[in-house]
């Protein structure tokens, strides 16, 4: 199984950028994709941003087109979520997760969670 490290969050000013770690380590990653998703306070985890380990297209929630930018690096088994321009509906804490599972070609029934990392953005 996939085993997931995230790291990176903090508290941050509205308008300020944040970037987020997660190493990854366990198995082979090559079939994988991965993906960033967050959790406000009484609010269900919401999917942010994904895209498949060895390249292709990057999928974006809406309400983050523009600003989040997810990228890999495939030497340190890491993948990172660069996030620009925040705003305070942002905060909430940040966890990633892998699937092998696809439908029409886009990554879903994401697992192997990590612990997360707050974000908190302050206005």
């Known amino acids: 199984q996939v085993r997931l490290v995230e790291s990176g969050g903090g508290l941050v000013q509205a308008g300020g950028s944040l970037r987020l770690s997660c190493a990854a380590s366990?198995?082979?990653?090559?079939?994988?994709?991965l993906g960033w998703f967050r959790q406000a306070p009484g609010k269900e985890r919401e999917f942010v941003a994904a895209?498949?380990?060895?390249?292709?297209?990057?999928y974006y929630t809406d309400s983050v087109k523009g600003r989040f930018t997810i990228s890999v690096d495939n030497a340190k088994n890491s993948v990172y979520l660069q996030m620009n321009s925040l705003k305070p509906e942002d905060t909430g804490v940040y966890y990633c997760g892998a699937t092998m599972i696809y439908t029409d070609g886009v990554p879903t029934n994401f697992g192997s969670w990590g612990q997360g990392t707050q974000v908190t953005v302050s206005s």
């Open positions: 895209r498949h380990w060895s390249g292709g297209p990057t």
């Open positions: 366990g198995y082979t990653l090559d079939s994988y994709a």
